[in-house]
């Protein structure tokens, strides 16, 4: 028997749910858009955030430096970078770039001490947009997501839905938010927000 173990095409947590996604952003007109951006790197960074390897990494990863500013991102091309704590970072790319940008954080870190983990395969990532996104994430989700207190450019770990998330408000016009989540948890998750989205259907 053929091993299909390297040749095998990877499928997306929410594969399956491509075609929903698809129909109920047709049928809002523009009032939410749907999808997940499946297989993103995602890279975990931990290190002194005064120590010297932080500006180094950030210039490395072409950033001006990483987020200080507790829940915020900074971003630089197809590369963003997310505040999750005071001494960590979460780095989200293009698919299949988890070794580059993992070889640039540990060659710019030198002999500070650094941890870089690939979490890519821990969460998707499901893009909601529109006119209407901020009310359907509202639905759910604790936080004040009024633009006043969640601006673009902010992110924080929090629920939605009852589940946990790493949500994005993405500073790129028209650009909605990102909504980082568990594998495990995807299909609930994407189930919820359809149910949620049918007011706008």
């Given at each position: 028997m053929a091993d299909t173990a390297l040749t095998a095409r990877p499928r997306s947590p929410l594969a399956h749910a491509?075609?929903?996604l698809a129909a109920a952003t047709r049928s809002s007109?523009?009032?939410?858009?749907?999808a997940e951006l499946p297989f993103l790197t995602q890279l975990d960074v931990r290190l002194?955030?005064?120590?010297?390897?932080?500006?180094?990494?950030?210039?490395?990863?072409?950033?001006?430096?990483?987020?200080?500013?507790?829940?915020?991102?900074?971003?630089?091309g197809d590369l963003t970078a997310?505040?999750?704590?005071?001494d960590e970072w979460l780095l989200v790319g293009p698919p299949g770039s988890e070794r580059d940008?993992?070889?640039?954080?540990?060659?710019?870190?030198?002999?500070?001490?650094?941890?870089?983990?690939?979490?890519?395969?821990?969460?998707?990532?499901?893009?909601v947009a529109g006119e209407r996104a901020r009310d359907l994430l509202a639905h759910g989700c604790s936080l004040d997501l009024h633009p006043?207190?969640?601006?673009?450019?902010?992110?924080?770990?929090?629920t939605l839905g009852r589940t946990q998330v790493v949500l994005v408000s993405r500073d790129e016009p028209r650009a909605g938010f990102w909504v980082?989540?568990?594998?495990?948890?995807?299909?609930?998750?994407?189930?919820?927000?359809?149910?949620?989205?049918?007011?706008?259907?």
């Open positions: 491509a075609g929903r007109r523009g009032a939410v858009r749907l002194d955030a005064r120590g010297p390897a932080a500006d180094a990494v950030g210039l490395a990863l072409g950033l001006q430096q990483l987020p200080l500013e507790p829940n915020t991102v900074v971003r630089a997310l505040w999750l704590g005071p940008l993992e070889s640039r954080v540990r060659e710019a870190a030198g002999d500070e001490p650094v941890s870089v983990t690939d979490v890519s395969a821990q969460r998707t990532t499901l893009l006043r207190a969640f601006a673009p450019g902010r992110c924080a770990q929090t980082l989540v568990r594998s495990s948890f995807a299909s609930y998750l994407t189930d919820w927000l359809l149910d949620a989205a049918t007011e706008y259907v």
